[in-house]
């Protein structure tokens, strides 16, 4: 939205690292949350997010593949009650 627009640039007048923190937290994690999330998740995760409690985090790149999606090795298997991560990423913004 504008409002959102404003805030922003008001922001980076000051502190620019400061307005990628807040865009990445809402724009890339809130909204994904927000929009795809399960109910349960949304309650766990949104409040304390919105509230500044914790920060959300952006992890695309990596060494070989850059930030081109489609060439990511990163893997998530589903081990029932948790994920298994294996790869590596760098540039990580909020990590």
Same mark, same amino acid.
């Given at each position: ?11 980076? !007048?000051?502190? /620019? *690292?400061?307005? +990628? #923190?807040?865009?990445?937290?809402? @724009?890339?994690?809130?909204? %994904? ?13 949104? !409040?304390?997010? /919105? *509230?500044?409690? +914790? #920060?959300?985090?952006?992890?695309? @790149?990596?060494?070989?593949? %850059? ?29």
């Amino acid at each position: 939205t504008i409002s959102y627009v404003l805030a922003m640039e008001e922001i980076s !007048k000051i502190d /620019a *690292s400061c307005s +990628v #923190i807040m865009s990445v937290n809402n @724009s890339l994690v809130c909204w %994904g949350l927000e929009k795809y999330g399960t109910e349960e998740q949304k309650q766990k995760y949104l !409040k304390p997010l /919105a *509230s500044g409690e +914790v #920060i959300g985090a952006f992890c695309l @790149s990596e060494p070989e593949a %850059g930030s081109d999606a489609t060439s990511q090795k990163t893997t998530a298997i589903d081990k029932g009650d948790h994920y298994l991560l294996n790869g590596t990423k760098n540039w990580i913004t909020n990590g």
